[in-house]
Every structure is written in structure tokens, then in C-alpha cells.
């Protein structure tokens, strides 16, 4: 019953009360030091880092599983309706951070995409063929069959309130290490 209240209370698509994220512009630090700043932030976070460039000012993470209810130490779950959603669901986010130096101001922009773990349906042609969907048979022993086309990840767009905390915690760091907190 918990989960069905949950389910209408969420409702099935993600919510779009939060409108995309706008470029962020400090006038503090270099871009290095704030690409050190927002790497540490990530990596408190729980995520893992795929690509760090200082060149070109861009940091990319590994898909991040999304965090679940009794996982109370996460922090990539912004709001109560992505807490459910990463409860009921098999979820990624991934996030980019693009930093560019222009003159003294530092700007950051977030981009964090989501998708969500899907099975592709077989078709059913008989209940005596059900066991056979996912699952091998040899002799005794029935092991699960990952067909690569049965299973897929569908992309849900962004996430502007993951991209908003993410952004918040980097600028809040960077004050405080600033002394201005």
C-alpha cells in the first residue's frame, strides 16, 4: 500500500517544477582551484570522477547508482520525490561541470542527466514458456540469461535540483575556505 501511495503521490514522470540550470559566476579563485574545489564537493557526493581536465575546465563523473532510503549517509537524492524515484526505481545521474576563467569572475555550469534501468518485454507465448524469459535451463541447473537486447537504460533528461545542491555545495566550500562563512 506504501508503495502505491508513493507511486500517485510521485506520480510516474519526473517532476519540472525547477527550471534549467543557469551558469553560476563567482568572482573568487582561479579556475584550477575551483576545479579542485568541485572535485572534492563530487567526490564527497559519492561520485566517482571520469574525466578531470583543467585545460579545458570540465569535469565528467561515472554514472552514480541513485541512492537508496536506508542509504541515509547520500546526498544525490535533491528532493523527496527523486528519493522515491531512486527507491522504486534503478536509476543513474551523471554530472558535468564546465569551468571557464573570464578574467577575474570564474564561471561554472552544471549538467546532470539521469536514466533509469528498463527490461525490454519478451513476448509471452504460453505460462509453460514464462520461466524461459530471462532464465537458461542446462540439466538441472536455471541461471539468469542477460540478453544485451533485452535490457536498456532509458535517459530521463536532467536533473536542475541535483544540478542547483551541486553547484550550492561548490560555492559554500569555496566560501568557506575563503573564511566568508
Known amino acids: 500500500m506504501l508503495i502505491v501511495s ?15 540550470t543557469e551558469p553560476s559566476v563567482m568572482a573568487v579563485m582561479d579556475k584550477a582551484r575551483v576545479m579542485e574545489v568541485a572535485d572534492d564537493v563530487l567526490t564527497r557526493m559519492n561520485f566517482v570522477i571520469e574525466k578531470f581536465d583543467v585545460d579545458r575546465g570540465y569535469i565528467k563523473t561515472h554514472p552514480l547508482r541513485g541512492g ?32 571557464v ?26 505460462l509453460s514458456q514464462a520461466a524461459n524469459l530471462y532464465t537458461t535451463q542446462s540439466g538441472s541447473l536455471r541461471s539468469l540469461s542477460p540478453r ?27 566560501a568557506k575556505l575563503e573564511g566568508r562563512s
Open 6 to 20: 508513493v507511486g500517485l503521490l510521485g506520480g510516474c514522470s519526473r517532476s519540472t517544477q525547477i527550471g534549467p
Open 148 to 174: 544485451t537486447n533485452e535490457f536498456t537504460w532509458i535517459d530521463l533528461g536532467p536533473d536542475p535540483a541535483l544540478e542547483q545542491k551541486i553547484l550550492r555545495k561548490i560555492k559554500e566550500k569555496i
Open 101 to 126: 576563467q573570464d578574467g577575474s569572475n570564474v564561471r561554472m555550469k552544471c549538467d546532470v542527466q539521469i536514466r533509469r534501468f528498463s527490461m525490454v518485454e519478451a513476448e509471452l507465448v504460453g
Open 68 to 99: 537508496q532510503g536506508f542509504e541515509f549517509w547520500r546526498t544525490d537524492n535533491a528532493s523527496p520525490e527523486d528519493a522515491a524515484e531512486a527507491n522504486i526505481h534503478s536509476i543513474q545521474r551523471t554530472a558535468w561541470l564546465d569551468i
